[in-house]
């Protein structure tokens, strides 16, 4: 759909309020690590019969830095063009002298966010004069002219900037009385004052809050999301009522047309179990289709037909997890869409039910009695393995038009593992030659073969210089073996022969080095430095790290100091080192285990122990002198 540039209506400035509110605002040495100040945050919403809405958006603030102006300077307002329109009422900045600069009708741009998606639209502006010390605000209408889920209405609303200050913050929600507006907060108590209208026809909400701080930072704490005081809204009475909108939308999107039927066909005619079948079609759409990352909150809800997928070749997520649903349900097999917030594993049920509770769509299969999560937009995942950002996640499941909540399984340490085993001979100069082997599996194995993927031979080399970088500074691969990155059934290794010009130390007769594999790897700091505690502490990814170095010290060397084996544990995870020593040859191995876990403040002293025992375990030294 054509939608023509929307008109800006300037209205005459209030130049002594803007005046007033920069006057009032906080000075940045009041909060060195903010951004920004914001001393406007308010949106007036009227909802309609039908679910549809006018929201008016009102934002003012003070640019306290670089950083500042880095974040705000460019504008950019997101918005469904099949069933939303957006009018800019006026942008403008207050410099430090007092001078107003006006956005100009010309320099507001509206036009597609994305390729292939005509309905994914964003209106966007560069606000003009900003500096540190400026205030810039601007006010623009968001007219719903249908809702996406026709006679609901749903909102969420956050009081708190972050990590920046917020003077005034203010939702108002003007409902019908025929729509039941249900009300959700989280980490807040605000309460509404609630006013009838005059003709006892629509209730007005109205939350407000003042003066509220940014929100604190912390080493290894909860997302920040789940901090701020969130306010949800909405009138959808169930989650079954999005799961009845969403088959709706999906139903002649998931009919196997002829097109997609002989696909199908062909695909698995060679394919002896059902298991080979889905395996043929996941990788089928994974290799051919090629991935427009748009969220469901922002691009339109409703998915595209499967043929539409193929034939053009690109989708997003709800559209490669619509044909994979057809192409399996082709060929006689049990396939769902699986609704999810990608990245977010904390209980979702419990939340309002509402499409906006969604930013991504997978595919759910069953096939002898077990379940298979099947995500294309991770294209070089192996069947049966899905990212980490949709472990733990509480999906919802739509079979057959029925709601269902599943947990996506959490990954153990063992399904996020890398492995490092290097063997080497040292020499009285430093240097080291050997092999270096690299292998692993997770999100390790699918960042290193999405790289590999698309190198040429000479760029491969390359890339694999650069990760046995540190290993050791400048190392200089000499051969290399990997196995092959597009066989995604195949495990993802690398295996090369290498010299290190400068690997150890040398300090007069002693040769020192790093009692571990990497050499070049910078010590780290420990996240616990302070001597309290506010958040949970929040480690959200499984590992499992194991390296392996075996060195040979040159002749007429003896090892002066060797460290002792170790170990370590705690609810954050295990960790062990064992050392062997045969002559000049010594092999240590280091294993290192990271549990998914929340714990609570009070047992940051004893996680801060562990940490503190591991780091000196990483930083012990080998020393060998001269004979």
């Not at 003007?174 to 003709?199: F, G």
């Not at 139903?251 to 199908?264: C, F, G, I, M, N």
């Not at 997928?309 to 690109?314: A, R, S």
């Not at 544990?569 to 062997?580: D, H, I, N």
Request: glycine share 6%; charged share 25%; proline share 8%.
């Amino acid at each position: 759909m054509w939608l023509p540039t929307p008109a800006l209506i300037f209205a005459q400035p209030d130049v002594a309020e803007l005046k007033k509110l920069l006057a009032e605002a906080p000075k940045a040495a009041e909060y060195p690590n903010a951004a920004k100040a914001t001393l406007l945050d308010l949106a007036d919403i009227t909802v309609r019969p039908d679910g549809s809405a006018r929201i008016v958006t009102r934002q003012a603030i003070k640019i306290l830095n670089q950083r500042g102006r880095e974040q705000e300077a460019e504008i950019k307002v997101p918005y469904n063009g099949s069933y939303e329109t957006v009018k800019l009422i006026r942008a403008r900045t207050l410099r430090p002298n007092g001078q107003i600069v006006e956005v100009k009708p010309t320099e507001v741009r509206n036009g597609a966010a994305s390729e292939g998606y005509d309905d994914a639209k964003v209106l966007s502006f560069s606000m003009p004069a900003v500096e540190p010390g400026c205030l810039i605000e601007y006010e623009y209408v968001t007219e719903q002219k249908t809702s996406p889920l026709p006679g609901h209405f749903w909102f969420h609303w956050y009081f708190q900037g972050g990590f920046d200050p917020v003077q005034l913050t203010r939702l108002r929600v003007t409902v019908p009385k025929s729509l039941n507006l249900a009300r959700q907060l989280r980490n807040s108590t605000i309460e509404p004052t609630i006013r009838p209208s005059a003709d006892s026809k629509s209730v007005t909400y109205t939350w407000e809050e003042k003066n509220v701080a940014p929100l604190s930072t912390e080493p290894l704490m909860p997302p920040v999301e789940r901090q701020l005081p969130k306010l949800t809204v909405s009138t959808v009475p169930s989650w079954q009522t999005v799961a009845d909108w969403y088959t709706k939308l999906g139903r002649e999107a998931l009919q196997p047309d002829p097109t997609v039927s002989a696909l199908a066909r062909d695909l698995t005619k060679s394919c002896r179990t059902d298991e080979e079948k889905a395996r043929a079609i996941f990788y089928y759409v994974q290799e051919k289709t090629r991935y427009v990352a748009i969220e469901l909150g922002i691009s339109a809800y409703q998915p595209r037909p499967a043929s539409r997928t193929l034939t053009v070749q690109y989708g997003d997520c709800k559209d490669m997890a619509t044909l994979l649903v057809a192409l399996l349900r082709a060929t006689g097999l049990t396939a769902y869409p699986v609704l999810l917030q990608a990245g977010e594993p904390f209980a979702q049920q419990t939340e309002l039910p509402s499409p906006h509770s969604f930013n991504h769509a997978i595919c759910q299969t069953k096939i002898g009695g077990k379940t298979y999560w099947l995500d294309a937009t991770a294209q070089v995942c192996r069947f049966g393995d899905i990212p980490q950002a949709d472990r733990g996640v509480e999906a919802l499941v739509i079979k057959d038009g029925k709601a269902e909540f599943e947990t996506v399984p959490e990954a153990t340490p063992e399904q996020a593992t890398t492995d490092q085993t290097v063997r080497l001979v040292l020499d009285a100069e430093g240097s080291a030659s050997g092999t270096v082997a690299l292998a692993g599996n997770g999100d390790y194995e699918l960042a290193l073969r999405a790289n590999l993927i698309v190198k040429s031979p000479d760029e491969t080399k390359k890339y694999a210089e650069a990760l046995l970088g540190i290993i050791g500074v400048n190392p200089k691969v000499e051969s290399y073996r990997l196995s092959e990155p597009g066989n995604r059934d195949l495990p993802l290794t690398l295996a090369a022969n290498a010299r290190f010009p400068s690997w150890a130390n040398v300090s007069g007769e002693l040769l020192l080095f790093k009692a571990r594999p990497d050499q070049a790897s910078s010590p780290f700091a420990s996240p616990f430095t302070e001597d309290s505690r506010l958040y949970p502490i929040y480690q959200s990814e499984p590992r499992l790290m194991r390296s392996t170095l075996e060195i040979t010290i040159p002749e007429g060397f003896s090892y002066l100091y060797v460290p002792k084996s170790s170990s370590g544990q705690s609810r954050l995870g295990s960790f062990t080192r064992t050392v062997q020593q045969e002559g000049r040859k010594l092999t240590i191995f280091i294993e290192v285990r990271d549990q998914r876990v929340t714990a609570p403040p009070s047992e940051y002293a004893e996680l801060r122990q562990y940490i503190d025992r591991y780091l000196r375990m990483y930083s012990e030294s080998v020393i060998a002198k001269k004979d």
